[in-house]
């Protein structure tokens, strides 16, 4: 996230912009097709990253002289990755299975086999770790 904080006049100037979503105190949230946009710009006529946001209506000054770059550089990758689809859809949040497992919904039955696998796995675990701290003190 940025060091930028923006007031609340500036958060208005930069929501009247098209190519603005969403604008809080700490971050700009752009349009799908700008991002698009941005990066067909940058690999079909070479324009550097400013000119990019610049000429979509933006003051580089206000948002920060290295905010267009860091984007673009983003949005090139996902962009590589994902094509454009991976543009047009908002994924921050989702993660490849991490988090606090999903226990609620489960049976009666479903929950003892999770928590017999937890029981195990930290059984292992003290074990290996009684067997590497024997292994300091020889």
């Known amino acids: 996230m940025s060091k930028i904080m923006f007031t609340d006049k500036q958060i ?5 912009n098209k190519n603005v979503v969403k604008c809080s105190s700490r971050s700009i949230g752009y349009s799908c097709e700008f991002k698009i ?5 940058y690999y079909e006529k070479g324009y550097s990253p400013n000119r990019i946001f610049k000429e979509a209506g933006f003051d580089v000054l206000l948002i920060g ?3 267009p770059g860091d984007c673009l550089i983003r949005w090139r990758r ?3 990755s994902k094509g454009k689809a991976g543009l047009l859809k908002d994924d921050r949040g989702k993660s490849k299975g991490g988090g606090r497992p999903k226990t609620k919904g489960l049976s009666d039955k479903e929950r003892i086999e999770y928590l017999e696998a937890k029981v ?5 675990e003290n074990d290996f770790l ?3 701290r024997a292994g300091k003190k020889e």
């Open 120 to 124: 195990a796995y930290l059984k292992a």
């Open 78 to 80: 996902k962009y590589q």
């Open 130 to 132: 009684t067997k590497l």
């Open 37 to 41: 946009r941005a990066v067909k710009l």
């Open 12 to 16: 208005k100037e930069l929501s009247k």
């Open 65 to 67: 002289k290295d905010k």
